[in-house]
Each structure stands twice: as C-alpha cells, then as structure tokens.
C-alpha cells in the first residue's frame, strides 16, 4: 500500500502570507497526485490533478509541483477564503489522501 | 452534476446499512464511481470505487472494509448503492458519493454526504 504523509498538520498564517503544504508518498508516484480543498462541514473541492495541473475555476494563486514521491501545495497570497483544511491524494494505485493540513488564521 | 446521498442513519455493531446515491447532471454509464467517508474530526478515508459501464463495473475496495462493503451501480436509474455488513463502531463517518473525472483515478464532483453511525 502507498502511504502518504502531509506537513505540516497545522499552520498558521496570516492574509497576505504564502504558504506551502508537502506531501510525501512511500514509493513513486510520477505525477499521479491530486489536491484537495474542504472547508468545515462541507464536502472536499478539487483544486489540483497530476500533480500541476490547476482544477477549471480554481484561483492563479494556487498551484502545485513536485513528481515522484514529493509535491507541494503552494498559496501564493492567502486570501480570507482560504482558510480550510488541504488533502493530497495519490491515484497511482487505489487512493490514499495524506492526513491533511489545517490552514489556520495566525 | 448532482449527487445525493442517502441511507445514513444509526446502526449497532454488527448490524447492516445500505446507502444510495442518486446521480443527475452527466453521463452515469460514463464515468467510475467513487464512495470516501470521514470519520468525526478525522481525515478523509477512500471507501470504494466502482468502474464505468464501459468497463463492466468492477469494484475496489480499501483494505479496511474489504469483504464487509459491496458496492453496485444502476446505469438505467443513474444510482449507486454502498452495502455496509458486519459494520464496526470504526465504521462511524460521513459516507460521501463521489465522481471521477472521465478516464481518471481521482474525483472531480463531490455530493454533501450522509452520516453513518454505529454504537449500541
């Protein structure tokens, strides 16, 4: 089974901010990753497939990089809205999502 | 693209729940299907994803509900249906239907889930 490890778990941040969210996977996954926004009480959002590639409708301020077994989430300028919590998945074999990160007001 | 899920309710251990979801918006047959639940306060969880009619409807499970959850799909009604056996108080989430994008291993389109409980 891949395993996936996000971090960190919890983050600080202020409006304005940019922040980054790393996923690792146990074993390579090219680039076979996706993102995933949720916000408390409501379901997941796609924001990221194939490790780059930006979901139609998805803020410029989001983007994704990294193959193989690492891959980052970056938020260029944290925005009021971006609050919530961030999921990686892998899709090479099955799914697994990473623990997830709680992007928190600082 | 519509999905809603329903069926959820209160179970005692051991006991059995069958969910549906009801899909609209998009070509059904088309598309693999896809249950993640989330336990409370816990992180998203891959259930089950079930192939597209073109591809005969194969299912996959994870691990951990592996020969106690079956999963079907009606292409004619545009439904999907999660059969829950032998369920556990672990087994105690948001059960969420989901849909793939076309000709991928990820999903695209979420509904707002329905809670499952188990407890005596």
């Known amino acids: 089974d891949i395993q996936m490890t996000q971090s960190p778990s919890t983050l600080s941040a202020s409006v304005g901010d940019r922040v980054t969210i790393t996923c690792r996977a146990s074993q390579s996954l090219n680039t076979w990753l996706a993102w995933y926004q949720q916000k408390p009480g409501k379901a997941p959002k796609l924001l990221v497939f194939?490790?780059?590639t930006l979901e139609t409708g998805v803020p410029s301020r989001f983007s994704g990089s990294g193959s193989g077994t690492e891959f980052t989430l970056t938020i260029s300028s944290l925005q009021p809205d971006d609050f919530a919590t961030y999921y990686c998945q892998q899709y090479k074999s099955y799914r697994t999502f990473g623990q997830g990160t709680k992007v928190e007001i600082k | 693209v519509q999905l809603v899920e329903s069926g959820g309710g209160l179970v005692q251990p051991g006991g059995s729940l069958r969910l549906s979801c009801a899909a609209s918006?998009?070509?059904?047959?088309?598309?693999?299907m896809t249950w993640v639940r989330q336990a409370p306060g816990r992180g998203l969880e891959w259930v089950s994803t079930i192939t597209n009619g073109n591809t005969g409807g194969t299912a996959f499970f994870a691990d951990s509900v592996k020969g106690r959850f079956s999963v079907s799909r009606d292409n004619s009604e545009n439904t999907l249906d999660l059969q829950m056996d032998s369920l556990r108080v672990e087994d105690t989430a948001i059960y969420y239907c989901?849909?793939?994008?076309?000709?991928?291993?990820?999903?695209?389109?979420w509904g707002q889930g329905t809670p499952v409980t188990v407890s005596s």
């Open positions: 194939e490790a780059s």
């Open positions: 989901a849909k793939d994008r076309k000709g991928a291993h990820y999903t695209s389109d």
């Open positions: 918006g998009f070509m059904f047959w088309d598309y693999d």
